[in-house]
């Protein structure tokens, strides 16, 4: 049975087995239902794996009326319309209720049954992970792979700084002589230089009189000098290009704000109105070279967002390029990523119902959604292997998913049970991929291809 659903807006009520207090949407218009018309519920989505997030949507019932919802002839919880006599709420599909189709049914005031079918599918997993150890503890945000020495890598993490191996990350340590905040939110190698990486904590994290939050070190992290001085200004993406140049960006406050600067100097921002006033973050800044180089702004909010670019070398001019990618998602944009082996491929990921990931293969100038097999549409980091623009991991909300042909078709590698990080590719072997997921020690490998 395939329902065809609306974009909705989920209310979060309750878990599974929990009761679900009342929970309205928000109406269509001022208009009441009219309730001679057959009350129907919908699903969002009908199908998936366990601990899927289903969106149940009741319309033509009565105002404020009482509805059971049911699973398998079991309750599961209970809610009320709203004045417009819709409900919406969530149920969280759990391990035990087995593969197969299974009826769920809201039913009214009278006992009337109006049913629905969740059909729970097993998804077969296409990788191998390992968890690692190996002195790794804390919360990993970003995974940066030295690419002219691929045994050695970087991770920022949430609370504990940076950690460094030098053994493709068998084993791991801090490397923090020079810091002064450790609430790290980016990181970056140069490309040219393995023994020159950039990082950057969380202003909001400052200790008292200790304002750097951006540091760089030339000897492969056994010390760290502060770029002074630090900009005032969040750096949620950096990339740092071959020379000298840093590209960097965040939010100032009020706008999202991206800067250039040199590897020990000055740091200065470009002209936030690029992004637009009360624009949002920029998460991820990406490109090839100096000469395009692109922005993915998340807009939270009420701030706006979606994806920018610049050629003008300096950073100095950003402009939207988000043609092909729906308006409703421009706000959702939570990162970009340019194939190393072709710079006209991009891939954008976003979050959100039916949203996920866009493809360009020119450079930007045009999207195209790419979500056939991708299970969960909250996307937070993508990576691009470096010998084929084709083959693309996406982090989602709830697992790691791999295409091996742009996108068109996609396979579950890896579930989980918080959002992925980041995710890095060994450019020395490939088949060694790197994620790390939003929880403390959550860092896993797989030297299978994912």
Not at 25 to 34: I, N
Not at 429 to 436: D, E, K, N, R
């Amino acid at each position: 049975m395939k329902l065809q659903h609306r974009s909705i807006l989920v209310a979060v009520c309750s878990l599974w087995l929990g009761t679900l207090p009342a929970c309205a949407g928000a109406p269509d218009g001022d208009r009441v239902e009219d309730e001679t018309e057959p009350k129907v519920i919908s699903l969002l989505p009908s199908a998936g794996p366990p601990g899927t997030e289903v969106a149940i949507v009741g319309r033509h019932y009565l105002p404020n009326e009482r509805v059971t919802l049911h699973v398998d002839g079991r309750i599961v919880g209970e809610v009320r319309a709203g004045a417009d006599g819709t409900f919406r709420t969530k149920y969280v599909v759990p391990e035990e209720l087995g593969e197969g189709d299974h009826p769920l049914e809201a039913r009214d005031e009278t006992g009337a049954a109006h049913p629905a079918v969740y059909t729970q599918r097993v998804i077969p997993l296409l990788g191998t992970w390992t968890k690692l150890g190996g002195g790794f503890s804390d919360t990993p945000v970003q995974i940066a792979i030295a690419p002219s020495l691929n045994s050695t890598m970087y991770i920022a993490t949430a609370g504990n700084g940076v950690y460094k191996s030098t053994n493709t990350g068998s084993t791991w340590s801090t490397v923090n002589t020079g810091l002064t905040n450790l609430h790290g939110i980016s990181l970056a190698i140069s490309v040219n230089n393995a023994a020159s990486v950039h990082f950057s904590a969380d202003k909001a994290q400052n200790p008292p009189l200790q304002p750097t939050h951006f540091w760089h070190t030339t000897n492969s992290g056994s010390s760290w000098t502060s770029l002074s001085p630090s900009p005032d200004v969040s750096l949620f993406g950096v990339k740092v290009m071959s020379g000298t140049g840093i590209f960097a960006g965040g939010n100032n406050g009020t706008s999202a704000v991206a800067l250039l600067g040199t590897s020990g100097a000055t740091v200065w921002s470009s002209s936030t109105s690029n992004f637009g006033s009360g624009s949002g973050t920029i998460h991820a800044i990406e490109g090839n070279s100096a000469t395009a180089v692109y922005a993915a702004v998340y807009g939270a909010g009420t701030a706006s967002g979606g994806v920018f670019k610049s050629t003008d070398g300096t950073g100095t001019t950003w402009t939207a390029t988000n043609s092909g990618i729906a308006t409703g998602s421009l706000k959702n944009v939570t990162t970009v990523v340019v194939a190393p082996s072709d710079s006209t491929r991009l891939y954008a990921g976003v979050e959100g119902q039916s949203t996920g990931v866009y493809k360009s293969t020119n450079s930007g100038s045009s999207w195209t959604l790419v979500n056939n097999g991708l299970g969960d549409t909250n996307v937070w980091s993508l990576a691009v292997n470096p010998a084929s623009p084709d083959t693309v991991f996406a982090g989602t909300a709830t697992g790691i998913y791999k295409s091996t042909d742009g996108g068109a078709n996609w396979t579950l590698s890896k579930s989980t049970t918080v959002k992925v990080n980041t995710i890095a590719i060994n450019p020395g072997s490939t088949s060694t991929i790197f994620a790390g997921l939003n929880a403390s020690g959550e860092l896993y490998e797989t030297t299978t291809g994912g």
